[in-house]
């Protein structure tokens, strides 16, 4: 490994670890602290602040060993030293990421201190839009990490662009957060999954240069705006005056959202 | 208005576990027990403390809740909103309370020590009373929440509620709630509160201020506005107060180095 590379594993490492040992601990703390009752039982809806961490934490390692095993650069799938750097560099921006959420509205506080299991939802559905993003950004050959920097970055930021106006736009946030509404949350994060994999898939394929790269994010990934267009429409049309109302049209509607997302990305084929 | 007697309560078994003190602010029966803040039910009074007084909570007329049901707001200074709270527990109200601030080493910038006494002696009342499982909300703040200056040293654990520290109109009106009223002395709510009254407004629940020292009732006008809503917003992210990590408000403030640092 070149001493690039070095620095950048031991950067990735340092976020990753920091982020998500951060919030496991957290969830731990205010498990431990908080909401256990004299008998050492939980209450109704405690328990989760560590689980929901290492739960996602496996998500996440899970997805990201398929896509590197099976489509990164030719000398990433080979070398476990490679699969190691981008793995952890995958962690890094999925702690990121869960700092990003706060664009939407949502703090940590909501999911371990509140118990909110919508909440819950919108973090798993929020991070495994990132892994899909970066994901993305894994596949195909390139000549180096910077590459794949460069790749995951716009479609964070192409993500997050999206997430901001959606919650412009939309009175989701309440929802999720105040209602505490789960088939709304459900929905919202089923749309950020199927937007994080478009443009996951909008940044894929082989390295040609920037330019190449950001036209094929912009000309590949622009039906992203369409989930946030359709969602808007759809959190005006399915409106319910009580929470969890529309539970499962909600639920309904996120999978359809994800089968879109799958289809649109079939259809596009293997990234070139 | 006064805090039950206690010639007439039954005596209960001294509570001397800090979650089971919690368990009975907060039961698991009650629906808006989901709210309740433990942050403050993890301390117990020191054993050689000083026994707190009972605080009776007086106001200059009744409260006026008059037919249908609302929800309360109590937002007065320290142990005098435990003390309301406990009133209203004996008019059919459940207490929530909200209190999210924390202990930590050095001088507190809002006093903790009295809040946690104060809960910790009116449990006693609480557990006597009957309240039942749908009875409306009185959701309990510390109107000197926010007051203080943090110097370094200092454990500042100054705090704010958020709109989501509270259950939402759509929540309350599906529980029969019809209105709110906020008890609170010193005008305006602040903007915190304001935050969540405003939101509440927008969904359709209209609130009132009652002055518990000249027993006047106020509506509660607000700005509904996007814009009002948006700078709101903001104000809640960017706070500038300290978040414990272990749950609540709170945080020691670090002395800046002495040194000057430059050269010898």
């Not at chain 1, 299991?117 to 910077?146: E, K, Q």
């Not at chain 2, 309360?72 to 709270?85: K, R, T």
Request: glycine fraction near 10%; hydrophobic fraction near 50%.
């Amino acid at each position: 490994m070149s001493e690039p590379e070095v620095f950048a594993l031991i950067a990735s490492l340092v976020v990753g670890f920091i982020g998500w040992g951060w919030l496991a601990t957290r969830g731990a703390m205010v498990d431990r602290r908080l909401w256990s009752t004299p008998d050492g039982r939980m209450r109704p809806g405690g328990g989760f602040g560590c689980l929901a961490t290492i739960f996602a934490w496996f998500s996440i390692g899970a997805v990201l060993f398929y896509v590197l095993l099976n489509f990164a650069a030719s000398d990433v799938k080979p070398d476990a030293k490679y699969v190691v750097l981008y793995l952890l560099m995958g962690y890094a921006f999925a702690a990121v990421n869960t700092i990003a959420l706060r664009l939407y509205g949502w703090k940590v506080p909501d999911m371990f201190e509140r118990r909110n299991r919508a909440a819950h939802t919108l973090f798993y559905t929020a991070t495994l839009a990132s892994v899909c993003a970066y994901a993305g950004a894994n596949i195909g050959d390139g000549p180096g990490f910077y590459v794949v920097i460069y790749c995951a970055a716009l479609a964070h930021l192409g993500l997050y662009t999206l997430v901001v106006v959606h919650a412009a736009l939309n009175r989701t946030v309440y929802r999720i957060l105040v209602d505490r509404d789960r088939g709304i949350a459900f929905r919202a994060g089923c749309m950020f999954v199927a937007i994080g994999a478009i443009l996951g898939r909008a940044v894929a394929g082989n390295w040609t240069g920037f330019d190449a790269a950001t036209g094929d994010f912009f000309r590949l990934g622009w039906p992203a705006v369409l989930f946030v267009i359709a969602d808007t429409v759809v959190a005006r049309v399915a409106l319910s005056r009580e929470i969890d109302g529309n539970l499962w049209v909600d639920r309904f509607t996120g999978v359809v959202y994800l089968l879109a997302a799958v289809g649109y990305i079939f259809m596009l084929g293997a990234p070139v | 208005m006064l805090l039950p007697d206690d010639s007439t309560s039954p005596r209960m078994k001294p509570v001397t576990d800090a979650r089971a003190l919690f368990e009975i602010w907060a039961p698991v029966a009650s629906p808006w027990s989901a709210w309740a803040k433990p942050a403050l039910f993890t301390y117990l009074p020191e054993a050689n403390s000083a026994p707190v007084e009972r605080i009776p909570w007086t106001s200059a007329g009744a409260v006026p809740l008059g037919s249908g049901r609302h929800a309360v707001v109590v937002d007065l200074p320290s142990v005098e909103g435990i003390a309301c709270g406990l009133a209203l527990a004996e008019r059919g109200f459940r207490p929530v309370p909200l209190y999210n601030l924390t202990q930590g080493i050095g001088k507190e910038v809002v006093a903790v020590d009295p809040l946690i006494a104060a809960l910790h002696e009116g449990a006693e009342s609480l557990q006597a009373l009957a309240i039942p499982d749908d009875a409306p909300p009185a959701f309990l703040l510390d109107s000197n929440r926010h007051v203080g200056v943090a110097a370094p040293s200092m454990f500042d654990n100054r705090w704010m509620v958020f709109p989501q520290d509270f259950p939402s109109a759509r929540a309350l009106m599906s529980a029969g709630i019809e209105r709110l009223l906020v008890i609170r002395r010193e005008g305006a709510p602040r903007v915190d509160l304001l935050s969540v009254l405003r939101l509440w407004r927008r969904e359709g629940l209209a609130s009132a201020r009652f002055d518990p020292a000249s027993g006047e009732t106020i509506d509660l006008a607000m700005d509904t506005s996007l814009l009002a809503v948006f700078s709101a917003h903001l104000s809640m992210i960017f706070h500038g107060l300290r978040e414990n990590a272990a749950g609540g408000f709170g945080g020691r403030v670090p002395v800046p180095q002495a040194t000057s640092g430059g050269f010898a």
